[in-house]
C-alpha cells in the first residue's frame, strides 16, 4: 500500500497522478487502492480543496449490515426504487445495544477513518515532505475524546462509564457486526467472555513486556533512544513524544523497544476467534478504521490505551495560578440559548433523526444504463442549534481564546463528582479567539460554528449534481481548499441526556491569545478559516493553539477553590432528550 501510496503522492503533475490513478484502480487490490488513493489526494497540494464522497458512500458494505445490502441487490436486480431500513446490531438482551447508535454512528466512523488518512502511521516527514505537527499528541486527544463521549452516552443510557481492558482478562462483551465484505466473507462475531490468545507473530507476553517498558518510562520521566540516549517525558512536548510511542507511529524514538501497543491491541482483538489462523477467519471490524468504533471493544481497548496517557499527565506537577490567570479579565456569565421554541436557557434538545445514504456503489450490474435509486435510512442522533452567550469584563482591550468544555455532574451512582475526578470526562465543545474592549464584552458564537465538528458531507449524487449545474452555467462551481474531511460530525456534538433530562457541567475559560498562539503574527480570521481545528489538528504547518490539547484540564487539580480562576466560569446544563425533532 505505501509503495502505490509512494506512486500516487509523488507524481510529478496533476495529469501523471490521474493516470497513474486509473491504471492502479484496474490493477490493485481495491482496498488498497482506496486507501492509497484517498491518503494520496488529501496530501497533494494540487488536490487541495477535492471533496472525496462521503466513505459510507464508498463502501456502504463496510457501514451497512448483511441484510440491508441484500435488500439493495434484490432492488437492484428488480430495477425497484427502494428505502431500506437499517437497525443496529446487537437486541434488546444486550446492554450494550443501548450505545449502539454511537459506535455504529456512520459519521464517527468516517471521522475515524479519515483521521487516520490525515495521520498515518506510517507517515515519513522526511521522505514524504509533510511535517504533521503534534500528531503523537493529537492521536491521544482525538481517542481520548471520544472515549469522554462514549462515557457520557453510556451514563446517558444508566450503563457505567466502560472498564479498560486487560492482556490477561476475559473480553466480557461479545460483538455480532451482522456484515460481510465485499466478496461476501462475513466479519468474525466474538462470542461474550472470550480470552486474548497469542498469534503466530505475536503474544499476549509480548504485549505485557511492551506496555512495561511504556510504563516503566512514564514512571521514570524518560525515554530511551535507539543510541541509548535519554530523552525526558516531563515538559509540555512529553505527551506528544508519548502518543507517538504508544501508537506506534513513524514518529516512535525506538519502534523495537517500544513496540507499538494501540496498533498490535487492534491487531489481537480483531483475531480473538481464531488467534492461530486455523481456519482462514478474516480481519475483524477492528482492522479497518472504517470500523473499529462498532466494536465495544473498541473503546475499552482505548480506555486501556488512555490510562497509560492519564498516568503521564497526572507525574507532571499541577498548573500554577500564574499560568492559569488571565489578568484584568473576568467572566461575569454563561448562558447557553437553544433555538427551540421548547428551550429554555441553559436547556438543550437532543432527538434522534434519520439519514439517507445513497447505496448505487454496494450493487454492481453489468448493465449500469439504468440507474435505480437505493438508499439506506439510518437513525441518527442529532440537537437543537443553540448559541452560547458570554459576558467577559476586560479592564484593557486585548485577545483572547475561550474554551468551552462539558462533563456529566453525577458519576453512574448518581454522585457529584470533585472536579479532580471529572476533568478526565471533559469534553471539548469549541474554542476561539475573541477580542476584547475595556469593559463588559457580550461574546455570542454559535454551535454551528465548534472548531472540533464538520457538518454533514455532500453525497455522491449531490457533488456530481453541482459540478454538472457548474458546467451548465446554471451555479458558480466554488471549493475550499481549507476543506477538511476529518471532524466529528456536528449532530453528534452533545451527548444524548436523558427524556426527563440530564444535569451537565459547562466550563468556559478564556486565556491570553497572544501568550498561546505559536505563530507570531496570525490574526483570529486566519484561526477561524481552519476547520475542525480541535481534534483533527492542521494538515500542514504549525497547531495555531499552543497550549497543551485539553488545557487547563488536562493536569491534576489539587484545590479546586484555588483553580477556578475568574477568567473561569462553571454553570449547570441540561440536556433532554426528546422523541421528535423540536419545532425552531
Known sequence: ??????????AVDYDTFFKSAVWSRDLTNPRQFLYAFSVAVLHREDCR????????????????????VRKAYQAKMTRTPMVIPMRFTGSVNNPEQRVAYFGEDVGMNSHHSHWHMDFPFWWRSEEFGEQKDRQGELFFYMHHQMVARFDAERLSNN????????????????????????????????????????????????????????????????????????????????????????????RSVNPMFYGQLHNDGHVMLSKVTDPQQRYGMPPGVMEHFETATRDPAFFRLHKHVDNLFKMHKDQLPPYAASELEFPEVTIEAVKVIGTCKASTPNQLITYFDESHIDLKNAVHAEDQKQEVDIKAVVSRLNHEPFKYVITINAKKPVRGIVRVFLTPKFNWF???????????????LDHFPVSLQHGDNVVTRSSADSAVTIPEPRGFSQLMGDVQKSIRGEQVFTYDKYYRHCGFPHRL?????????????????????DKDIVTAGMKPEEIESLP?????????GKIPDGKPMGFPFDRRVVSEEQFLTPNMKVVDLTIKNVKQKPIE
Not at 509503495?3 to 500516487?8: D, Q
Request: net charge negative; glycine share 10%; with cysteine.
Open 414 to 428: 448518581g454522585q457529584q463528582m470533585p472536579l479532580d475526578v471529572s476533568r478526565w470526562g471533559f469534553i471539548e
Open 159 to 250: 450503563l457505567p462509564v466502560v472498564e479498560p481492558l486487560e492482556w490477561d482478562q476475559k473480553i466480557v462483551e461479545g460483538f455480532a457486526p451482522g456484515a460481510t465484505y465485499e466478496n461476501g466473507q462475513e466479519f468474525p462475531m466474538r462470542p461474550d467472555n472470550m480470552n486474548f490468545g497469542d498469534l503466530p507473530w505475536l503474544t499476549i507476553q509480548d504485549m505485557k513486556i511492551v506496555e512495561g517498558r511504556i510504563r516503566d518510562a512514564i514512571a521514570s520521566g524518560f525515554v530511551k533512544t535507539t543510541d541509548a540516549g535519554l530523552i525526558s517525558l516531563n515538559n509540555t512536548a512529553g505527551i506528544d513524544l508519548l502518543g507517538g510511542l504508544v501508537e506506534s507511529s513513524a
Open 493 to 513: 456534538l452533545l451527548p444524548k441526556g436523558k427524556p426527563e433530562g440530564m444535569t451537565y457541567k459547562l466550563y468556559v475559560v478564556v486565556t491570553d491569545y
Open 49 to 68: 480543496g477535492v471533496i472525496l464522497p462521503p466513505a459510507y458512500e464508498v463502501t456502504p458494505h463496510m457501514f451497512l449490515t448483511t441484510d440491508v
Open 1 to 10: 500500500m505505501v509503495a502505490l501510496f509512494k506512486v500516487l503522492h509523488g
Open 532 to 540: 475542525s481545528l480541535g481534534y483533527c489538528g492542521v494538515m500542514d
